[in-house]
């Protein structure tokens, strides 16, 4: 029983230390984007492009092989050719899309896993850049509605909350299509998230159980007023 | 000498002690254990004014850092109380006892243990196992045996 206590706020502390990492940065840094890790050859987010001369970036005089700063391109702007990817044209699979979901190396990185979209259709997002239409595919259930959701730009504070479904749903998933256009995927729901949740929200509860519990085996003692007049503490 | 009392209704609510005329605070227990053959055992414990615990012979150590109070009991409160006070240096030949201000004769031995039950704290330490605190009950027994005159023992509670 001690030793399960033990091992109960073990987890706990840890999970809690987890919470407040950047873990879903960290995760989409690792996977190289979102589904499969049979594709982590085709990160472009990797080793930045360095001078031959070598050295840091300060100091010293700027050479014509210096990399080219790169700016973030909306996704209806990319389009495969014209991005100078170091794997060439391999997407930016690594970074967030303007939803802050994860960004496809292709879509078959999500059809291949969930299959084809029960629907398909065009839209042209109100609050987007360009007006060029984002193709939505649709697979119904919540991560399609909380998919329409972060498209429309309305995302609630409760969608940030364990108690919301949407908290263990991902951001939608974007990829760009061979047209130019961008493809948008429901968000799929995170069993670490949830796994996470359940830690941290158990061993609150745990601990105030056992707080609780506490509290309730001290011997019953007489009101404070009643120990204002004796020595004893 | 070092006087000694305590003045109480019977219950550690209702229990003031007293040292050399002031009133203790943050006491923890008193043991007193004195009969005619020579025990002298007289000890308190009490929590200082930086928290710790002290354990001091009542009337052979100086009691370091203790906490005082004002009087806790009016003259009306205190006429329904008792009051002992035991007057010693520390050997049993030369101690006096007295109950609301009338010495005692004839005493075989006294004995006196009261103390306040322990107040766990039950933070997030004790998740962690360790040691458990058992949760300890007040104790309050104070006892005086007498020898009548025709050699027969009787013993009294005091409060």
């Known amino acids: 029983m001690k030793t399960l206590q033990r091992l109960w706020f073990s987890l706990t502390v840890v999970a809690i230390v987890a919470m407040t990492l950047p873990l879903e940065s960290w995760a989409q840094r690792s996977r190289g984007g979102s589904f499969g890790g049979s594709r982590s050859g085709g990160r472009s987010y990797s080793m930045p492009r360095r001078a031959p001369s070598g050295g840091g970036s300060f100091g010293g005089r700027r050479s014509p092989y210096s990399a080219p700063r790169r700016t973030q391109q909306s996704p209806s702007t990319a389009s495969p050719g014209s991005s100078p990817g170091s794997f060439g044209s391999a997407p930016r699979s690594s970074q967030q899309n303007t939803f802050g979901g994860s960004r496809l190396n292709s879509a078959s990185d999500y059809t291949s896993r969930y299959g084809t979209p029960r629907r398909t259709e065009r839209a042209v997002i109100p609050n987007a850049s360009s007006s060029q239409p984002y193709v939505i595919n649709r697979y119904g259930g919540m991560g399609d509605g909380f998919m329409m959701g972060y498209l429309m730009g309305s995302i609630p504070w409760y969608y940030s909350m364990p108690f919301h479904p949407a908290f263990y749903f991902s951001r939608p998933y974007t990829s760009v299509n061979p047209d130019g256009t961008t493809a948008v995927y429901p968000g799929t729901f995170q069993w670490g998230t949830l796994l996470f949740s359940i830690i941290v929200i158990g061993g609150i509860a745990f601990i105030v159980l056992v707080w609780l519990r506490n509290r309730r085996r001290q011997l019953p003692r007489a009101s404070d007023n009643d120990w204002n007049s004796s020595s004893f503490a | ?159």
Do not use: C, W
């Open chain 2, 1 to 159: 000498m070092a006087t000694f009392g305590i003045e109480s209704n019977g219950r550690i609510e209702k229990t003031a002690i007293y040292y050399n005329g002031e009133q203790l605070a943050g006491v923890r227990e008193v043991f007193i254990n004195l009969d005619e053959n020579g025990t002298f055992d007289a000890i308190v414990q009490y929590q200082d004014r930086n928290g710790q615990l002290q354990t001091k012979q009542i009337f052979l150590d100086y009691f370091d850092n203790v906490q005082t109070r004002e009087p806790s009991f009016t003259d009306e409160e205190a006429a329904s109380l008792r009051l002992l006070v035991v007057d010693s240096d520390g050997s049993i030949e030369s101690t006096h006892v007295a109950i609301n201000d009338e010495e005692q004769f004839g005493i075989v031995s006294l004995f006196i243990h009261i103390k306040s039950p322990n107040h766990t704290s039950g933070g997030l330490r004790s998740l962690f196992g360790g040691q458990k605190d058992i949760p300890e009950r007040p104790e309050f027994v104070v006892q005086i045996t007498y020898r009548n005159d025709d050699d027969t023992l009787s013993t009294e509670g005091i409060f």
